[in-house]
């Protein structure tokens, strides 16, 4: 089946640095959805993209569609320690019709480096 | 606003035992669908719909079965719970623009097993 790689798995951040983050696949996706995820929370959407090439903010965070379809990437600019927490890219394969549903890459965790 | 609602958030079971999860959205969406979260494997979709009346399976369907009540209601049931299936459920629903589909998520309702 389809897979999403997500990387990196893991990152520790310092207050101030910018976070870089992306998911690769071998299939071709209509649609880009990054996530984040606090512990005990749902997942909750930051950045939705629709279209290649794409390139959406939502405050410090970019993301963008890559031109072919098959990766997105995700940055944090100046982090602050309420960023810790898990990101999940998803890609869907189609809209409309009985599909819809999303691929999730396994996440790229983000902690506080000690 | 609520938003996706489910519930219980945390249940224990017994090996055997049924048990229904219930969720409700209040955003007119068509689609709902059920997630599993499980260490390691990031979400997995267990049965999904794209319209009141109707029910797919996903990835991972074996031992569920789902209702979608009404366009507002989707339900997800256990009839024998077995310890493979302790994990975090995710009840999400969506809706398509004119350019995609966006989803969002429950905050989840944590699944034991013994």
């Known amino acids: 089946g389809q897979q999403l790689n997500q990387s990196p798995q893991s990152m520790f951040i310092q207050e101030g640095e910018d976070v870089s983050m992306n998911c690769t696949s071998s299939s071709i996706f209509n649609t880009w959805l990054w996530y984040k995820q606090d512990p005990g929370e749902g997942p909750v959407l930051l950045i939705a993209?629709?279209?290649?090439?794409e390139l959406t903010s939502n405050g410090r965070l970019t993301a963008q569609f890559g031109i072919t379809r098959k990766d997105s990437f995700l940055n944090i600019s100046a982090s602050i320690p309420s960023d810790v927490g898990i990101y999940f890219c998803a890609g869907q394969l189609s809209y409309g019709g009985s599909q819809g549903n999303l691929i999730f890459g396994k996440g790229t965790k983000l902690s506080v480096k000690p | 606003n609520a938003g996706v609602t489910q519930t219980p958030k945390f249940q224990v079971l017994k090996t055997g035992q049924s048990m229904t999860l219930q969720c409700a959205q209040d955003?007119?969406?068509?689609?709902m669908y059920w997630y599993r979260q499980d260490p390691g494997m990031g979400l997995r979709l267990i049965y999904y719909?794209?319209?009141?009346?109707?029910?797919d399976k996903g990835e991972v369907p074996n031992g569920y079965n789902v209702s979608r009540l009404n366009k507002r209601e989707f339900s997800l049931r256990l009839e024998s719970a077995a310890p493979s299936q302790t994990s975090v459920y995710f009840c999400?629903?969506?809706?398509?623009?004119?350019?995609?589909?966006?989803?969002?998520f429950g905050e989840g309702s944590w699944l034991t097993v013994v």
């Open positions: 719909s794209a319209s009141e009346g109707t029910t």
């Open positions: 999400a629903s969506s809706h398509q623009t004119g350019t995609g589909n966006t989803i969002y």
């Open positions: 993209l629709y279209k290649a090439g």
């Open positions: 955003m007119n969406h068509n689609s």
